[in-house]
């Protein structure tokens, strides 16, 4: 392949790359929002932990 080529074939894995970043950091606070503020203290045999597992169970099964 020329230069040109592999050069355009890169910068589009690096958007393709940086859009997957964004979508993974989107995620992930929304994650931290859920288990740290909406569900709160996750201590061993409390409802909180149960809804964390339930959340974490259902992130797990959308996500494939």
Known sequence: KSV???KNQSRKINRSSSKAD???LTQLTRDW???????????AGTDGECRAADYIVEQLRVAG
Do not use: D
């Open 4 to 6: 040109q080529s592999r």
């Open 22 to 24: 964004a979508r993974l």
């Open 33 to 43: 929002q859920v288990l740290c503020h909406e569900i709160g203290e996750r201590r």
